[in-house]
């Protein structure tokens, strides 16, 4: 099983001899509630959303700014998926900022069919204890992991989802 997201790639990193499945239906966003935050967790408590692989960075942005928030950096094309944007490290930069990558502090992987990861720094806990099992989710803590998959081009598993810092 590949994913394909905005099909912005002209690449054959998604080809597959297997299922090709289309994320564009998987645009699911909201705000991660105080309650599933956690403690050590610096950032803007306001400013954490999930958001699922399909939404499009267009998308994000026209929804976010309903609630007068934004990404913090977009390329100069929007078509994109989220997840597409950031698993390839092509968009986006400020110097400020960064890169799309560097918004996203965790990760929701799916790696078999009966098994996925919520996946957070460990250097940088961003979730409650409880948040993965609200997605019925094992929760890892592992810097590697999480800088792994955040630009592992699909390698890993699925990337159903991930939280970023709008």
């Known amino acids: ?28 966003w909201f705000r ?23 939404n499009s960075i267009a998308g994000l942005n026209r929804n976010l700014r309903t609630e007068g928030r934004s990404l913090r950096t977009t390329g100069a094309s929007n078509g994109q998926s989220i997840v597409g944007a950031m698993s390839t490290g092509t968009h986006g930069s400020a110097i400020d900022v960064g890169a799309v990558q560097d918004f996203v502090v965790g990760i929701h992987l799916v790696v ?29 803590r592992d810097d590697e992991l999480f800088n792994a998959v955040l630009v592992g081009l699909g390698a890993f598993g699925l990337v159903h989802g991930v939280m970023i810092e709008t």
């Open 1 to 28: 099983l590949r994913a394909f997201g905005g099909g912005w790639s002209f690449s054959g990193a998604p080809a597959t001899d297997g299922y090709l499945l289309d994320t564009s239906p998987l645009n699911l």
């Open 32 to 54: 991660i509630r105080e309650r599933s935050i956690h403690p050590d967790y610096s950032g803007d408590k306001a400013g954490l959303y999930f958001v699922q692989c399909g």
């Open 112 to 140: 078999a069919p009966d098994r996925h990861l919520w996946i957070e720094r460990s250097s940088s806990p961003v979730t409650t204890d409880g948040f993965a099992g609200l997605l019925g989710a094992e929760l890892r």
